[in-house]
């Protein structure tokens, strides 16, 4: 899918530590803007980013990614999957590689991450859900957003919406939120709780999904009130 856009992807590539030789097109060749939704698990983050893609008429970026990493790597989509938005030590990428063939390591993956949500952007009307997407894309082509809630509502609705019990939720709310954090930092050396990281954060305890949607993209209408129509 992304070979025929590669925007910034030197640039981006050589920032991350990365090297690769791929044409670059400069920033202001994006032309369509874009969306990017970070979230905290239990947030609501990624039936917001869907319905606004839905109400927007763009393309909701999530399970594509996994799919494009593992087509140009050549591995199966569930090895793929189990290291999406995880950090990971040199030494668990030592061990792993040489007890698991398939296994990827972690900058042949970060370098086709980079490729492929930067090749979304490029495109365009589209939102992107996670990844560190925010500290990929040019922040002044895309509209940014964090989507927040206290612990304690995001346990109660991993309780109420995945059928987890008290101890469960507890556990899969702090383990998942440690690992994006961490993959943020490891990965982009970016700290995910910064506001300034993002142009809108939302906090969902008493804002209804819809709702949400709604103030995002009357914010997306804002920041390119000059190059989309209302």
Not at 60 to 78: L, W
Not at 110 to 133: D, H, M, N, P, S
Not at 163 to 185: D, L, S, T, Y
Request: with cysteine; proline share 3%; glycine share 4%.
């Amino acid at each position: 899918m992304y070979t025929r856009y590669y925007p910034l992807i030197n640039k981006a590539l050589t920032f991350f530590n990365l090297k690769e030789d791929i044409t670059v097109q400069a920033e202001n060749s994006f032309t369509r803007p874009f969306i990017t939704i970070a979230r905290e698990p239990g947030s609501g983050g990624a039936p917001i980013a869907e319905a606004i893609a839905e109400k927007l008429g763009f393309e909701f970026v999530d399970e594509q990614i996994i799919d494009e990493i593992a087509r140009s790597t050549k591995k199966r989509k569930a090895i793929i999957k189990a290291i999406d938005e995880k950090h990971r030590t040199k030494i668990e990428d030592v061990v792993h590689s040489v007890l698991n063939a398939e296994y990827i390591d972690d900058s042949a993956y970060i370098t086709e991450l980079i490729k492929v949500v930067l090749a979304y952007a490029y495109k365009g009307k589209c939102v992107i859900l996670g990844r560190g997407a925010n500290f990929i894309t040019p922040f002044a082509k895309g509209l940014h957003v964090n989507i927040t809630a206290p612990y304690n509502i995001r346990v109660q609705r991993a309780i109420d919406y995945e059928g987890h019990n008290m101890a469960k939720a507890r556990e899969i709310i702090a383990k998942v939120e440690k690992e994006r954090n961490e993959f943020v930092k490891q990965y982009f050396k970016k700290d995910p709780k910064k506001v300034n990281s993002y142009d809108l954060t939302i906090n969902t305890t008493y804002c209804h999904f819809d709702q949400a949607r709604d103030i995002i993209i009357e914010a997306f209408f804002q920041k390119f009130k000059h190059s989309v129509k209302t």
